[in-house]
């Protein structure tokens, strides 16, 4: 494993995992201003009202989390808010409860993002980290995390975390080279 860089030690025990609630609406919105004023459109639309919108986007979570029928490509997942100080949002994860076939081949178990201001400090590992204490919660043993070739920070959290590559496809979706790796949680 590769050390996690002090900024993000120092600030570990500050770190904690908390599910997506109203109680938040201030400190996502000041997330969602980091991605605007880098430049990247996720979260735009939230971003842009307050209220009512957060509140149905908050149940929408929450909705994600219950048992689904895989049919419609959509399984159970959690989301996560990795807060520092209870203050700021330094990362968001979702864990898929279980993967459907085309899961296993492109998207995994954990997705990860780490605000622009925040990125390149160590809080992708954390997040990681934290995430997967929770799939073992839910009994996963061996999660999948896929990335882009060429996604150097993905492949950087993920090793850092004991990713073993097992090998590298090609994206039904974009054509472009996509990572596999495996964390044995056992």
Avoid at 8 to 28: G, I, T, V, W
Avoid at 35 to 41: I, K, N, R, T
Avoid at 75 to 93: A, K, N, Q, R, Y
Avoid at 157 to 177: A, C, F, P, Q
């Amino acid at each position: 494993m590769m050390p996690v860089p002090r900024k993000a030690q120092e600030d570990r025990c500050r770190l904690r995992l908390a599910e997506p609630s109203m109680e938040l609406e201030q400190a996502f919105h000041k997330m969602t201003a980091d991605y605007l004023a880098a430049g990247e459109s996720r979260y735009t639309e939230l971003s842009q009202t307050m209220g009512l919108a957060f509140d149905r986007y908050i149940k929408d979570l929450q909705r994600e989390c219950l048992e689904r029928d895989p049919s419609d490509g959509r399984v159970p997942c959690s989301t996560f808010w990795m807060l520092s100080d209870d203050v700021v949002i330094c990362g968001i994860s979702r864990l898929r409860h279980y993967l459907t076939p085309e899961m296993e081949l492109e998207g995994g178990h954990v997705l990860l993002e780490v605000p622009p201001s925040l990125r390149r400090r160590g809080y992708g590992s954390i997040l990681l980290e934290m995430t997967l204490e929770r799939a073992v919660e839910l009994k996963i043993t061996k999660a999948l995390l896929t990335c882009d070739w060429d996604n150097f920070g993905a492949i950087r959290v993920i090793k850092n975390n004991g990713g073993m590559l097992e090998n590298t496809i090609l994206s039904t979706r974009t054509g472009g080279k996509v990572m596999r790796f495996w964390i044995d949680l056992t």
